[in-house]
């Protein structure tokens, strides 16, 4: 089946830095991929959606120069958290859209494994 | 807009107790998609179901089965023989048919005792 693969699984950074987080779509290509974050106990809020060699869209209220997305390739998208601070950690997960298969089948369901990210 | 709502946020069964749970949708497009997943405490994501708004039947995947009822706008899915592994947090979710933005309810927490 479709695999969608995130990494790191875990990150922790000091205040002031960056971190970049992967995507990778392991068994197809991924024409669109989404971000979303999880805080502690909270649902899933979608961040940004992303297509391929195009900007990023991103929801109301999520700073686009802050969460910087690229998804430079069918099977790669990241997100690099510019200047960590501490309530920027949080759960992100990425989820990919697209074909696989010789039947078509649509990917929309799957999503990677997360990434925890803590801000110290 | 989409919502989605799950009332309960934990429940609590002992092994082999079935547990269901409650999903409540808003939503003003006539097709639409439907999902629930499981996010055991590792954090991934896992795919349970998805359902066209079309297709009302309701479905059994082994010990898990989804009541799909478009007249009260309502998805719940009920755990039968509830077991220690089930303990998670599930989600259900809605996307227009157009769009595969995915909006999440709030989950709801299950947790099975042996």
């Known amino acids: 089946g479709a695999v969608v693969s995130q990494h790191p699984s875990r990150v922790i950074c000091k205040s002031g830095t960056s971190v970049k987080i992967e995507c990778r779509s392991l068994?197809?290509?991924?024409?669109?991929m989404f971000w979303y974050r999880q805080f502690p106990k909270q649902s899933l809020m979608l961040m940004a959606t992303s297509n391929e060699g195009s900007k990023a869209t991103y929801e109301q209220g999520v700073e686009k120069d802050k969460f910087l997305i690229n998804h430079a390739s069918l099977t790669l998208s990241t997100l690099t958290v510019t200047s960590a601070h501490p309530e920027d950690s949080s759960f992100y997960i990425c989820?990919?859209?697209?074909?696989?298969?010789?039947?078509?089948?649509?990917?929309?369901?799957?999503f990677g494994q997360g990434t925890r990210l803590t801000v110290v | 807009a989409q919502k989605v709502t799950q009332a309960q946020t934990e429940i609590s069964v002992v092994e082999k107790e079935d547990v269901t749970l409650d999903c409540v949708y808003e939503t003003r497009d006539t097709t639409y998609y439907l999902f629930w997943y499981k996010q055991p405490p590792s954090g991934e994501l896992v795919f349970l179901i998805r359902r066209n708004s079309f297709d009302e039947q309701n479905e059994i995947s082994g010990r898990y089965s989804w009541n799909f009822q478009k007249s009260t706008s309502s998805f719940n899915f009920t755990i039968t023989a509830s077991q220690v592994v089930d303990s998670a947090v599930y989600f259900c979710?809605?996307?227009?048919?157009?769009?595969?933005?995915?909006?999440f309810g709030a989950g709801t927490t299950v947790t099975v005792r042996a």
């Open positions: 979710a809605l996307r227009r048919t157009n769009d595969y933005k995915l909006s």
């Open positions: 068994d197809f290509q991924a024409t669109t």
């Open positions: 989820s990919a859209r697209g074909w696989a298969g010789r039947e078509g089948m649509n990917t929309e369901a799957f």
